[in-house]
């Protein structure tokens, strides 16, 4: 074999190592690049908005096949699970339902289920000024004010005062009317707003309802410290005092009392003795 026939082998083979190599590379890249077969299960998903207090029906729901790994702790795989049991809140079209949005099976629908135990619901009178202008919504939190005379003393005083704080709100500007919202699509507009309150708390919005007016005022949802407010009276509004005059005490006034400087006593000087010598008179007389 001589050289020229040698060098030709040579470049030949080097060709096929390096398109075997490039066919290996090509080939684990490829493989890298396709995605993993994933698992599959099933969801139960809402097929439309479903407002809460809603009891679900087969015409609600639907179920879908849903990727294993990305499975919720809650979600339910079968439509037989769901069915016949009330939203305690909102599900959005599409939306994987999960236990914590749906009340217990025999709890039954509309507002009971999405009471808490231990908490109550209460209704107050509102008009658009009292509600806020429309802005208080079913979950918001909210803050009930009254209006009415303090006759504790003799003289009597309208005052406002804070009388329970962070309260949320359950239902406002449309009563809870799972049937007829179902016949138009509308729910019925009426001048109510529902708060869930504690059974304590329940008793004062009912007796400042009869007793005064009632108002509400917005809190953003992250403020959850309760308000605490000595309360507004007449006389503090128009600047006539800063304390309120049914505070059972008068203003105390405060007295400077004056300092008395004391002069030290003056303590009597010494004399001093002078000499004085004439002719051959002496004599000492005192200076003071």
């Known amino acids: 074999m001589n050289r020229t026939t040698r060098t030709v082998a040579a470049i030949i083979g080097a060709l096929a190592v390096s398109g075997v190599a490039s066919f290996l590379v090509y080939r684990a890249l490829e493989r890298a690049a396709r995605p993993a077969t994933a698992q599959m299960t099933t969801a139960v998903i ?37 069915v016949g049991r009330g939203t305690i809140d909102i599900l959005r079209q599409n939306e994987p339902l999960t236990a914590a949005k749906l009340a217990a099976r025999g709890a039954g629908a509309g507002l009971q289920p999405t009471i808490p135990e231990g908490m109550r619901a209460i209704s107050i ?41 962070n309260v949320q709100v359950l239902t406002a500007g449309t009563r809870f009317d799972q049937d007829q919202s179902r016949q138009d699509g509308k729910p019925i507009p009426t001048s109510v707003v529902t708060l869930m309150v504690t059974p304590d708390d329940a008793e004062r919005v009912a ?47 405060r007295r400077m009392a004056r300092a008395v400087v004391v002069a030290p006593p003056v303590q009597e000087a010494k004399p001093i003795l002078v000499e004085t010598i004439r002719a051959a008179k002496r004599t000492e007389e005192a200076i003071r």
């Open 207 to 253: 007796l400042a309802q009869n007793e005064g007016k009632i108002n509400l005022t917005l809190r953003n949802p992250l403020d959850v410290h309760p308000t605490s407010t000595p309360g507004a009276h007449i006389a503090g509004l128009l600047g006539k005092q800063t304390t309120p005059p049914d505070m059972g005490e008068k203003p105390k006034v």
């Open 125 to 165: 009178s509102v008009n658009e000024i009292i509600g806020v202008a429309g802005f208080v919504t079913p979950g918001s939190r909210v803050d009930v004010l009254v209006t009415l005379e303090d006759d504790a003393n003799a003289k009597k005083q309208t005052m406002t005062r804070v009388v329970v704080s």
């Open 46 to 82: 809402a097929t439309r908005d479903v407002p809460a207090g809603t009891m679900l029906t087969s015409d609600d729901v639907k179920a879908v096949t849903w990727p294993e790994n990305v499975k919720l702790a809650t979600s339910f795989v079968k439509v037989e699970d769901v």
